[in-house]
């Protein structure tokens, strides 16, 4: 089994399949959409469809790690991965790509759902455990963050030279060698599997034992709601600082990356502060910076005042906050759960892209031609998961 480095670096690479697949696209849908003879609806539900099956099959892969261990459903999923993105390249219509991204979603779910269950498994139980794990997981989402930023630009490159169906071959290429990885160089990690994780009385049974968990519900709420306020912003920037602030894709591309750094720089501060501070201040902390920098974005946008700078700014600050609420309240949310873990990061995973999306539509039918919409989106998110934080207890240390 890979440490250190290796191990973050394997984490970090099977948590980014999903931005990966989906960031990587985005400047070849133009030119998809001519070759494909396909309309703006249609291609639209290769996004829509894709975020579908990444949620719901989580459902599925959660308790199959749980019951028969994470290195064969990871192999499982990424060879689920590995074909529909080798579909996708050959896809001959529109409707052949819709599906093959939907399987390609299914696969690449795999990652976000065992990724935050091994890093569980590798932690002893004791004192400080929760925190270890949170401070392995704010280091792989600092590795992990490089995804989207870095995606867009490779596949820009990879349209302009080879076409669309380049990113796509690419995206194979590397669920192929992870899957190499996963056989070659990764142990099974669960010590115990649930014998009865999968089936349906037992999921269910599961599912009520986990929302009713009081430290769940806080953290799954506080990561969803987070998240809700990235997924804001990424599905409504470009309509604003293209659209409205006339900057140029270009321009707006290091606006993006700089927004990434931002969470970067969040998670790396969460991987010094956790041991010391503990989850639970963590997300506090993370959650009064999210509040405060949707609160400035939205007097911003009201007082017509910074244009670009009076939403990236505050942004960068929201990513901060992002950084570090996301790997603490990923690991309050499977922490209490030994033999559940997968099962609790799946249904924390789902919470997340059911709200997001269902935000996100919010955004689309109240876009109104400013930024309004997507910036009260950003406070009300930024103001929930404040909201959140605050139901978890901070945990009392008692002496030996």
């Given amino acids: 089994m890979p440490t250190g480095l290796a191990l973050t670096l394997l984490l970090a690479g099977l948590s980014a399949l999903g931005p990966l697949s989906t960031d990587m696209y985005l400047p070849s849908l133009p030119s998809l959409r001519a070759a494909l003879g396909a309309g703006m609806d249609e291609v639209q539900l290769t996004l829509s469809l894709f ?20 290195r064969p459903v990871l192999f499982a999923g990424l060879l689920v991965f590995s074909l529909g993105s080798a579909i996708c390249a050959l896809a001959p219509n529109i409707w052949v790509l819709v599906a ?77 060698t992870a899957v190499a990885v996963v056989l070659g160089f990764m142990g099974e990690t669960l ?19 986990i929302v009713a968990h009081a430290g769940w519900r806080a953290s799954a709420l506080a990561a969803a709601f987070c998240y809700c306020g990235l997924f804001a912003y990424i599905s409504g920037s470009s309509f604003v600082l293209i659209g409205i602030l006339g900057l140029s894709p270009m321009a707006f591309g290091f606006c993006f990356a700089v927004g990434v750094f931002g969470y970067m720089a969040g998670t790396y501060l969460g991987s010094r502060l956790t041991m ?35 939403l990236i700014v505050p942004l960068v600050f929201y990513m901060i906050g992002s950084g570090l609420i996301l790997p603490n309240a990923m690991a309050g949310a499977v922490s ?12 924390s995973g789902v919470l997340q892209m059911g709200l997001a999306s269902l935000l996100g539509l919010g955004i689309a039918m109240a876009f109104d031609g400013t930024a309004l919409p997507m910036t009260c989106a950003i406070t009300l998110s930024g103001a929930l998961v404040f909201a959140a934080s605050r139901l978890q207890k901070v945990e009392r240390k008692t002496a030996p």
Avoid: C, H
């Fill in 191 to 209: 010590a115990k599997p649930n014998l009865d994780a999968t089936s349906p009385g037992r999921i269910l049974a599961n599912a009520r034992v």
């Fill in 51 to 70: 975020v579908v099956g990444f949620a719901l099959s989580q459902l599925v892969w959660g308790p199959l790690a749980d019951r028969i261990g994470r």
């Fill in 100 to 176: 093959a991204r939907f399987l390609q979603a299914v696969g690449a779910s795999v990652g976000i759902v065992v990724a935050p269950a091994i890093v569980r498994d590798l932690q002893t139980e004791g004192a400080g455990a929760r925190e270890r794990s949170a401070r392995l997981l704010a280091q792989v989402s600092t590795a992990r963050a490089l995804a989207p930023a870095v995606a867009p630009i490779l596949g820009g490159y990879l349209q302009a030279l080879l076409g669309w169906q380049s990113t796509f071959v690419i995206l194979t290429f590397f669920g192929l």
């Fill in 276 to 310: 010391r501070l503990g989850t639970v201040r963590m997300v506090r902390l993370g959650g009064a910076i999210a509040f405060g920098a949707g609160l400035a974005m939205l007097v911003a946008v009201l007082a017509g005042v910074g244009g670009v700078y009076g």
């Fill in 336 to 347: 209490p759960f030994p033999t559940m873990a997968a099962t609790a990061s799946a249904l």
